[in-house]
């Protein structure tokens, strides 16, 4: 397990994969939020819900920096609670989340987060209600689905929302997805992002280019390219 980080410059951050069970052609669907084109961060893509840490959700006399792993992934689980209802109107408990992964915004991005990734399943007749400000638009959607629509350029993402998706299309039910999280060593995602000619590369740990920042080393291949609105993500030894 990658060594989370602990930086002032990195704000601590939480995001919800929610599921629900559909009589549709698919298994299941996850949740997606379009964020407003007027948001700084990531206007215009559709994401989890989710947001950064706060206040509230720590314990009188807490600090992050004073947290162990266990405590970390509490508070995170709350914050997802919390985020989830603010952008979304779903109510779900914090004992519902299983920890899915941990990503690092990449060093070159003005506004970095480490942000905790905890999915669980909500009843399907959940309204899903969002404030027109923030959040414009709203879609229940099989994994497979969503990748489509980003392949034609009728959404867009960001990577680790694509990567959580690909891995989700690869799952024939809820349960099969819960038992996938539970089941893996929970990965740690630190990016290291380069630009080669008009393809963005976001290298992760295990890829041969990984520690020396080199996009094109020989090797062993685990990343994201990105050319225009095809996303490529290779994992392969």
């Known amino acids: 397990m990658t060594e989370k980080p602990k930086s002032a410059a990195v704000r601590p951050a939480a995001t919800a994969i929610l599921l629900r069970e559909t009589t549709g052609p698919h298994p299941f669907e996850v949740l997606l939020l379009k964020r407003s084109k007027d948001i700084a961060f990531a206007g215009g893509l559709w994401v989890f819900p989710g947001g950064s840490f706060d206040g509230a959700d720590y314990a009188a006399g807490q600090g992050f920096d004073d947290c162990d792993d266990k405590q970390l992934l509490a508070l995170a689980t709350r914050a997802a609670v919390r985020e989830t209802q603010e952008e979304s109107g779903v109510d779900i408990t914090e004992q519902s989340f299983v920890f899915y992964s941990h990503w690092t915004t990449p060093e070159q991005y003005k506004k970095r987060f480490a942000t905790w990734?905890?999915?669980?399943?909500?009843?399907?007749?959940?309204?899903?209600?969002?404030?027109?400000?923030?959040?414009?638009?709203?879609?229940?959607?099989?994994?497979?689905?969503?990748?489509?629509?980003?392949?034609?350029?009728?959404?867009?993402?960001?990577?680790?929302?694509?990567?959580?998706?690909?891995?989700?299309?690869?799952?024939?039910?809820?349960?099969?997805?819960?038992?996938?999280?539970?089941?893996?060593?929970?990965?740690?995602?630190?990016?290291?992002?380069?630009?080669?000619?008009?393809?963005?590369?976001?290298?992760?740990?295990?890829?041969?280019?990984?520690?020396?920042?080199?996009?094109d080393a020989s090797g062993r291949l685990h990343r994201l390219e990105r050319d225009g609105y095809n996303y490529t993500y290779l994992n392969v030894r």
Not at 199 to 206: C, I, N, S, T, W
């Open 117 to 215: 990734f905890v999915m669980a399943q909500v009843p399907s007749q959940q309204t899903v209600t969002v404030d027109d400000y923030e959040i414009t638009h709203h879609q229940w959607c099989a994994p497979v689905a969503l990748l489509e629509q980003l392949a034609v350029g009728e959404i867009d993402m960001m990577p680790p929302t694509y990567i959580c998706l690909h891995e989700l299309s690869l799952c024939g039910s809820i349960d099969e997805a819960m038992g996938f999280a539970r089941g893996r060593e929970v990965p740690y995602f630190a990016p290291v992002f380069r630009k080669r000619g008009e393809q963005l590369v976001f290298l992760y740990e295990g890829d041969a280019g990984y520690v020396t920042g080199d996009a």
